[in-house]
Structures are given as C-alpha cells and as structure tokens.
Antibody, heavy 123, light 107 residues
Framework: EVQLVQSGAEVKKPGESLKISCKGS????????IGWVRQMPGKGLEWMGI????????RYSPSFQGQVTISADKSISTAYLQWSSLKASDTAMYYC????????????????WGQGTLVTVSS | EIVLTQSPATLSLSPGERATLSCRAS??????LAWYQQKPGQAPRLLIY???NRATGIPARFSGSGSGTDFTLTISSLEPEDFAVYYC?????????FGQGTRLEIK
C-alpha cells in the first residue's frame, strides 16, 4: 500500500527556520517525483515544487523559488520542505504528494497524498 | 503561467441531481487536466486524469470531458459524500497550476 506520512504540526515564530518531512512507503521511492502543495487557511491549492528522489532533480514554482528549499534523502525514503526564515504569511497546511509518471519526463498529476502538516507562524 | 478558471464558485444541488463543473484554461493544455476532490480536514483525492480517465477506485458516476481549454467534470447522480470542494489542475512547460475550486454544497 502506497503511503506518504508527514511530520507533525509545527508552531514557530517569525524569523525561525523549519524543515518538515514526508516519508514514502509501499513503492519505489526513487522512481516517482514527489511534490509539495500549499493550502493557506480557507484557500485553494498552490503548487510549490517537485523533486525526483532518484537524482534530486528539483523544479520550483516561480512563486516559491528562493522562498523554500525542497530536498530528499533516498536512503530513508523521505522528502523535505524547508524554510530559512519563516514569515506569518507562511501559515498554512502543507501537503506532499506523489506524482504519476509521464513519458514526457514531467509528471502531470498527484495520485497519492500525505495527510498534511499544519505550520503556524505567529509571534 | 497558465491560469485555470473554475465555474461556478459554488454549486448548490440536492442528492440525486446531476452536477456539472467547469474548468477553463487561459491557453491550451491539450488533455493534461486532472480533477481532485477535497473534503474538510482531508487531503485532496485524485478523481480524473488526462481529462477523462477515472483514477483507481473512483465511482463511475464521476466523469470528465474536454480538451484544449474547456473541461467539464460531471457527477451523474449526487451522493451525500460527494459534497465537497473540487479543483482542476494542469501541467505544462514544467509548471503546475490549480483552479481556484468549486464548492459543491447541499441545497
């Protein structure tokens, strides 16, 4: 059974750093792209970026380039999303999700999702 | 960046009725379009991919159609568990975007 299990909720202050995780199981972790999606309170879904754990190829949404860092440790089947300096506007639910492969190389759709990690940034 | 516009923003229907949700792209996405369902407190769930293919385990009452810039998600006969928010999503040129969502509520 494919599962993505995310780390628990976080409460941080502005300016602090944070790294949240997403552990995959039940499939070949290095053979599928993993993506991160933000959902601000009461709002829609926003794509942040994707990573291919097999070779750490990473692509970012222009909206999030330079704001976050996506990484993966294939030895423990875990992907990460990190911030160096959080802002109040980073308060949101963050989902990781596996992407279906595609012959073009750029995976199109999210087929399995983690349960989400709620990040609250408040002074 | 390709913008996806969903309509209506909110759809009020009764169980047993037919639901038709629309998603329009600002430029052609060919058939690279998916639909997701999200219930309160849950992660999104993939319903339809490549515009018209049902994902694994999705009931036959869900169907998708369209290509290019205009897409439709149809729920043939609404069940109580179908009331949720629905998002469309496209991918092109190494970019992914979501529509703003349609809330399907019980009338």
């Amino acid at each position: 059974e494919v599962q993505l299990v995310q780390s628990g909720a976080e409460v941080k202050k502005p300016g602090e750093s944070l790294k949240i995780s997403c552990k995959g199981s039940g499939y070949s972790f290095t053979s599928y792209w993993i993506g991160w999606v933000r959902q601000m309170p009461g709002k829609g879904l926003e794509w942040m970026g994707i990573i291919y754990p097999g070779d750490s190829d990473t692509r970012y949404s222009p909206s999030f380039q330079g704001q976050v860092t996506i990484s993966a440790d294939k030895s423990i089947s875990t992907a990460y999303l990190q911030w160096s300096s959080l802002k109040a506007s980073d308060t949101a639910m963050y989902y990781c999700a596996r992407l279906l492969p595609d012959s073009s190389g750029f995976p199109p759709y999210f087929d399995y999702w983690g349960q989400g990690t709620l990040v609250t940034v408040s002074s | 960046e390709i913008v996806l516009t969903q309509s209506p923003a909110t759809l009020s229907l009764s169980p047993g009725e037919r639901a038709t949700l629309s998603c329009r792209a600002s430029q052609s996405v060919s058939s690279y379009l998916a639909w997701y369902q999200q219930k309160p407190g849950q992660a999104p769930r993939l319903l339809i991919y490549d515009a018209s293919n049902r994902a694994t385990g999705i009931p036959a009452r869900f169907s998708g159609s369209g290509s290019g810039t205009d897409f439709t998600l149809t729920i043939s006969s609404l069940e109580p568990e179908d009331f949720a928010v629905y998002y469309c999503q496209q991918r092109s040129n190494w970019s992914i975007t979501f529509g703003q969502g349609t809330r399907l509520e019980i009338k």
